[in-house]
């Protein structure tokens, strides 16, 4: 299985509600990546998961909050944000963060719109 | 920080030809890692190709290659007999091989394939 999955596929949430995002790989892989893209531009890291322990954090609101539950699994906590964090999010894994096959796999994404 | 340019926002091409993506990056280090990306229109972003900084011969998968071009700090990617499906948004990316974490996305290009 080298795929990375997202759930759900869309989402629309108003400013007050509390939703998450769900990322799954089966690779084995021991990193994970949240990136948050906005149309047209290239992807912005958002967070870094090495070995189920958040290594980094690129300054990202705390109305954004990760949480890696086993080493499988990544997960998006979303609560009171605003529109313009409206964009797709982007879930990627790759086998460590240092390692020298390093080639990070990204899932289809969760489009975000936040009214 | 290592910065990746892509100076063509838009490209066109026509079926069966080929076309060749120009990316530059800058960067200090000796050894690090080059990727391409293809992302489709509401598609998953997926690795066409990557090149190690410390090998001296280009990459190839298929009909995609890469001119490696070290002391100029350049990374041109030429897709051969294109193909409709070819069409997406091309990005560069550079990673170090030390810091191992980021990717550092160029702007991306936007690949056109006409009939």
């Known amino acids: 299985d080298t795929e990375v999955t997202q759930t759900p596929k869309h989402l629309v949430m108003g400013m007050t509600n509390k939703k998450s995002l769900k990322c799954e790989q089966h690779?084995?892989?021991?990193?994970m990546y949240w990136y948050k893209q906005k149309a047209k531009k290239p992807p912005e890291l958002m967070f870094v998961y090495s070995y189920e322990k958040l290594s980094i954090n690129e300054s990202v609101p705390s109305r954004f909050s990760p949480e890696c539950p086993n080493s499988s699994l990544l997960n998006l906590h979303l609560h009171a944000l605003q529109p313009e964090d409206s964009a797709l999010y982007l879930c990627?894994?790759?086998?460590?963060?240092?390692?020298?096959?390093?080639?990070?796999?990204f899932g289809p994404g969760t489009r975000l719109t936040v009214l | 920080a290592q910065t990746v340019t892509q100076s063509q926002p838009e490209m066109s091409v026509q079926e069966a030809e080929t076309v060749t993506l120009s990316c530059t990056y800058d960067t200090s280090e000796s050894d690090y890692y080059l990727f391409w990306y293809k992302q489709p229109p509401s598609r998953q972003m997926i690795l066409v190709i990557r090149?190690?900084?410390?090998?001296?011969q280009n990459a190839t998968e298929n009909r995609f290659s890469v001119n490696f071009q070290k002391a100029a700090k350049s990374f041109s990617l030429k897709i051969s007999d294109s193909q409709l499906g070819d069409a997406a948004m091309y990005f560069c990316?550079?990673?170090?091989?030390?810091?191992?974490?980021?990717?550092?996305f160029g702007k991306g290009t936007s690949l056109l394939v006409t009939p």
């Open positions: 990316a550079y990673r170090s091989a030390g810091s191992g974490y980021a990717l550092n």
């Open positions: 990627a894994s790759s086998q460590e963060v240092t390692s020298t096959r390093n080639e990070q796999f």
């Open positions: 690779m084995g892989h021991r990193a």
């Open positions: 090149q190690e900084a410390y090998k001296q």
